[in-house]
């Protein structure tokens, strides 16, 4: 019933948005002489501010078509390399760069979003690597005859999408970059790897504010995740997709609600957001309010996640703390983490970042003491949020040289 009262209030919502849309495009007309005066130009603003705020959004495209390289303009040709059903493994080539540029698979969260939310994280590193993207399904698109996707089947695809890239790459040594949640299987894997003596283990690791230990400076999120046994999250997140979907009866956590999650979390803040793009509008600052509206277009673009996946996440990495005590088993291998001494790792946090505390990730270098030490570094990108060390002027300018220097660092 979830789901479908979601599926109702949408539905309302939509219409409300293309109305008001409607309206505001009739009172922005210049043929209209309403729009000149009294409340006309802030009535037009007002609602634009509404229909954006209240329109649905789809799966966005990352739209990369250039970078520029030391001053010159290169193509950037988009493929995917492997499709499968739960995620596809993108490739993002850089025509006229040498074929011998170190291969990046960043491992894009699954968390309600999609990959597109790191589309500036994937702009910036292409000015030196090929850049492979894991672009994770929607789960309620995914037909039920597909099967199940928990941590374990995660797990096995960044394994899978890694011996690609190794072997398409000849034999090159690959980086794996995690951003946020997907730090810990990210870590898992790259244990599991070393563990095996697999020639696709990546040769860096780089984590950038990941869950490793949420015990760490625990967070709003660490903490609800804490105070409700397990059980209370698989009956008040979870719901069944409903018939109009390729994945109708699957089980999943929907995107709506984790979008609702975060939302709430800084309401003010996004409050606030909105009305600085109303009062952009109506100084006729459009630069600034489109690039507030970009900005939603991809935070509200959302997507299901299965419920195995969630539940076992939430219960393994923020209940049970499994990866820190050494007891997170994958298939019933045990993952032991102190395996780690062939990948460099390189944990990156953001010094106000609300959702992964500051130490969570950093807790990983504690947690490797095999690795040798000139194997390991700490980055803590000052004045950063949780976004900002993946996204915008602090990452595109202090914290990805900090990558760059590491995985040239340990390459060849």
Known sequence: MLYHAYELQRSWMNSASALASISSGMLSNPANPLGYMGMGPMVANALEVFAHATAHYGKPAFGIETVEIGGKTHAVTETTALKRPFGDLLRFRVEGTPEDRPRLLIVAPMSGHYATLLRGTVERMLESCEVFVTDWADAKMVPTDAGNF?????????????????????????????????????????????????????????????PIDTRECPTAVNNMAMQRPIEWFRQSVIATVPAKYA???????PGFMQLNAFMSMNLSSHMMSHYEMYKHLTVGDDASAQATKDFYDEYRSVCDMTAEFYLQTVEEVFQKHSIPKAEFRHKGELVDIKQITDTALLAIEGERDDISGLGQTKAALKLTPKLPAAKKRYY?????????????????????????EWIAAHSG
């Open 150 to 210: 928990d941590l374990d089947e995660y797990i096995d695809y960044l394994i899978e999408f890694a011996e690609h890239i190794h072997g398409e790459a000849g034999g090159q040594r690959i980086h794996m970059m995690a951003v946020c949640q997907p730090s810990v299987p990210a870590f898992a894997a790259t244990a599991l790897m070393n563990l095996h003596n697999s020639p696709a283990t990546p040769a860096t690791l780089t984590m950038m504010g990941g």
């Open 247 to 253: 994945g109708a009866g699957r089980r999943v956590y």
């Open 380 to 404: 803590m990108a000052e004045g950063a949020g949780h976004y900002g060390i993946f996204n915008g002027s602090r990452w595109r300018t202090k914290v990805a040289p900090v990558v760059e």
